[in-house]
């Protein structure tokens, strides 16, 4: 496993709708972009310059909740990432058991910065989706990590140029994330029958 830091947090939009929370390893060079939202940009950054306020915040209500409930957190870990979401867990323990809880990455960073706890990943899914540096400091990322409608648009723009070997990677990935969610839906309607 590799740990991560929250390196920055950035605007991705004028409004400040959306940000990006930068992670990158520990003792090296990757960088791992996350989308989140505003609350959770002001939560993390909070924690990072420990801000605090005369009311707790969720994130810190948290915190206290599992102090006095005597449950420390060991880690927090990104699993996966399906169609630019991704999914990660927090693991407590209360000093005889291990409590895994399923959490948004955004809010696993939030909490891991409060108690002092790592954010780790595994080596191979952080290749899959670190950043590459490239020329005139331009960086690329993973098709993986990108939304669907971006994908069609930077499809349509790879057709317009005719770099129609871009157009093919980017339309195997829609149709790739189409037939994904065929499958769950038909997977629900099955279950649901």
């Not at 004028?14 to 960088?31: C, P, S, T, V, Y």
């Not at 955004?106 to 595994?122: H, K, N, T």
């Not at 490239?134 to 669907?148: F, G, K, Q, R």
Request: glycine share 2%.
């Amino acid at each position: 496993m590799v740990e991560l830091y929250v390196s920055e947090i950035l605007s991705r939009t004028n409004e400040e709708k959306a940000f990006i929370m930068l992670l990158q390893e520990k003792d090296g060079m990757r960088k791992l972009p996350v989308m989140i939202g505003p609350f959770e940009a002001q939560s993390i950054v909070f924690a990072k310059r420990n801000i605090q306020f005369e009311r707790p915040t969720t994130h810190d209500l948290f915190k206290l909740f599992a102090e006095a409930c005597d449950v420390k957190l060991l880690h927090a870990k990104i699993d996966k990432i399906v169609e630019g979401t991704f999914y990660s867990h927090l693991l407590f323990t209360n000093g005889s058991n291990e409590i895994k809880i399923d959490a948004r990455t955004s809010d696993a960073a939030a909490i891991a910065i409060r108690f002092g706890a790592p954010l780790y990943i595994d080596d191979a899914l952080l290749n899959t989706l670190c950043v590459k540096e490239e020329w005139d400091n331009a960086i690329s990322i993973p098709i993986t990590l990108a939304a669907t409608d971006m994908l069609h648009e930077v499809m349509q723009r790879a057709i317009k140029d005719e770099n129609y070997e871009l157009a093919m990677k980017l339309k195997q990935e829609i149709d790739a994330r189409t037939a994904r969610k065929e499958e769950n839906k038909n997977t629900t309607n099955d279950t649901n029958n």
